[in-house]
């Protein structure tokens, strides 16, 4: 029996064939334990079977959102993360939507040697299975130019030529582009001190936002890998449902607290004490 609305301990290739039917899951986001760049309690990771299940599991027009990053062997990148996406590209089916980055602020990574600059980013390969059936854009970026009259505007053409586009006036704010920034450390991606326990969250603002953009109110959200849980949490807080998977125990008591200080202790959160169930 799958219920909705909890985090499970087990392996997550496994625990995906044996209980989550077909076409399931709307959204997934989650960040794996690429190469060796963090050390995970009971880690074990089949990329390419993970990869055959999320198809099977996704709705037609679901997401995934893959947060990742390589590993510097040698002064270089291995290029994982490329990898990966190739596969899920020619191997499994997904259509890679996106190339997105997850630019860090307050405390990038050290500087892996000296023959390099240093990194403070990531990747997130937004994935679809088909044509995408969701997408809210975040507008947020301001339109200098906001309440003027844009005038003289032209587009290019395939063969190189211009054309007039017409005059317009721009709105306050336009959607945001593909490399989306986010403040990282203690106290920064979130304020729950039990999640300092896990060695690797991405920020909240984060999941939230691809949360937001690729699934509607009531829709099952996915983390097969969930760690501190942060997936899981800030789906429950923009009313969507949500499974999450962790092989550790430790960590799947580190989402329970976070996810249980929200549900029974928060202002403004009302709880439904009878989970939501299926099959």
Same mark, same amino acid.
């Given at each position: 029996?799958?219920?909705?609305?909890?985090?499970?301990?087990?392996?997550?290739?496994?625990?995906?064939?044996?209980?989550?039917?077909?076409?399931?899951?709307?959204?997934?986001?989650?960040?794996?334990?690429?190469?060796?760049?963090?050390?995970?309690?009971?880690?074990?990771?089949?990329?390419?079977?993970?990869?055959?299940?999320?198809?099977?599991?996704?709705?037609?027009?679901? #997401?995934?959102?893959?947060?990742?990053?390589?590993?510097?062997?040698?002064?270089?990148?291995?290029?994982?993360?490329?990898?990966?996406?190739?596969?899920?590209?020619? !191997?499994?089916?997904?259509?890679?939507?996106?190339?997105?980055?997850?630019?860090?602020?307050?405390?990038?990574?050290?500087?892996?040697?000296?023959?390099?600059?240093?990194?403070?980013?990531?990747?997130?390969?937004?994935?679809?299975?088909?044509?995408?059936?969701?997408?809210?854009? #975040?507008?947020?970026?301001?339109?200098?130019?906001?309440?003027?009259?844009?005038?003289?505007? =032209?587009?290019?053409?395939?063969?190189?030529? =211009?054309?007039?586009?017409?005059?317009? #006036?721009?709105?306050?704010?336009?959607?945001?582009?593909?490399?989306?920034?986010?403040?990282?450390?203690?106290?920064?991606?979130?304020?729950?001190?039990?999640?300092?326990?896990?060695?690797?969250?991405?920020?909240?603002?984060?999941?939230?936002?691809?949360?937001?953009?690729?699934?509607?109110?009531?829709?099952?959200?996915?983390?097969?890998?969930?760690?501190?849980?942060?997936?899981?949490?800030?789906?429950?807080?923009?009313?969507?449902?949500?499974?999450?998977?962790?092989?550790? !125990?430790?960590?799947?008591?580190?989402?329970?607290?976070?996810?249980?200080?929200?549900?029974?202790?928060?202002?403004?959160?009302?709880?439904?004490?009878?989970?939501?169930?299926?099959?």
């Amino acid at each position: 029996m799958l219920e909705l609305n909890k985090v499970y301990c087990a392996e997550a290739v496994q625990f995906m064939k044996k209980y989550i039917p077909d076409n399931f899951i709307d959204l997934t986001v989650t960040s794996p334990p690429y190469d060796n760049l963090r050390d995970y309690n009971g880690y074990i990771f089949d990329f390419k079977s993970m990869a055959h299940e999320l198809y099977r599991v996704t709705k037609e027009g679901g #997401i995934i959102v893959w947060v990742v990053a390589d590993e510097t062997k040698n002064f270089c990148e291995t290029l994982t993360s490329f990898k990966q996406a190739i596969y899920f590209k020619e !191997q499994v089916g997904f259509n890679v939507l996106d190339t997105m980055i997850y630019k860090k602020i307050g405390s990038p990574s050290p500087y892996p040697n000296i023959r390099r600059y240093g990194n403070i980013f990531e990747y997130m390969f937004v994935l679809s299975k088909g044509k995408p059936k969701t997408f809210n854009p #975040i507008k947020d970026r301001e339109n200098k130019s906001y309440g003027k009259i844009n005038k003289g505007n =032209t587009t290019r053409q395939k063969d190189g030529t =211009t054309k007039p586009a017409g005059d317009y #006036i721009p709105k306050k704010f336009g959607m945001r582009y593909n490399v989306w920034e986010y403040h990282v450390g203690k106290n920064k991606d979130t304020k729950d001190e039990i999640a300092l326990k896990h060695p690797a969250r991405f920020p909240e603002k984060l999941a939230e936002d691809h949360i937001l953009t690729w699934s509607n109110e009531g829709d099952i959200v996915f983390d097969p890998m969930c760690g501190s849980g942060t997936t899981c949490k800030m789906a429950y807080l923009n009313n969507r449902k949500y499974i999450g998977i962790e092989i550790s !125990q430790d960590y799947v008591n580190v989402a329970n607290e976070r996810l249980n200080n929200i549900k029974y202790n928060k202002i403004n959160i009302v709880f439904d004490c009878q989970q939501t169930k299926d099959l």
